[in-house]
C-alpha cells in the first residue's frame, strides 16, 4: 500500500512578509512554531484568542465546528491558527 503523501501550503505573515510551509493535517500554530515564528499562543485549543488573527487571503478550516470567535469576527475574516488547518496558500495579518 502507498503512503499518501499530505499537501503543503505557503503561509505569509503580514505586515513583514514572513513565510512559511504548513502541512493541510496542521495546524497554522504548529507549522508556524516548527518553522521558528514567533506566534502568540497560550491554550492552543481554540479558547484563549492569543492567537487571533485575520484571515487577509486563502482558504483555512477549523478543526472544531465553532472556536472561539463571535460571528462577528467570523463574518470579519477573524480566525484562530492554534485550530485552523490550510486549504491553500493562506496570508494572514496579526490582530
Known amino acids: 500500500m502507498m503512503a499518501v503523501m499530505c499537501e503543503t501550503f505557503r ?3 503580514l ?4 513565510s512559511f510551509a504548513a502541512p493541510a493535517n496542521q495546524t497554522l500554530l504548529l507549522a508556524g512554531l ?7 499562543w497560550s491554550c492552543r485549543n481554540g ?5 487571533l488573527a485575520k484571515l487577509v ?8 465546528p465553532w472556536p472561539g470567535l463571535s ?6 475574516g477573524f480566525i484562530l491558527p492554534c485550530v485552523a488547518e490550510p486549504r491553500s496558500d493562506v496570508t494572514l495579518a496579526w490582530a
Do not use: N, Q, W, Y
Not at 15 to 18: A, K, Q, V, W, Y
Not at 34 to 40: E, K, M
Not at 71 to 76: P, T
Open 57 to 64: 487571503e486563502g482558504r483555512i478550516e477549523h478543526r472544531i
Open 71 to 76: 460571528a462577528e469576527e467570523k463574518a470579519d
Open 47 to 51: 479558547s484563549c484568542r492569543s492567537c
Open 34 to 40: 516548527a518553522a521558528g515564528v514567533a506566534f502568540p
Open 15 to 18: 505586515p513583514g512578509g514572513e
Open 11 to 13: 503561509v505569509t505573515l
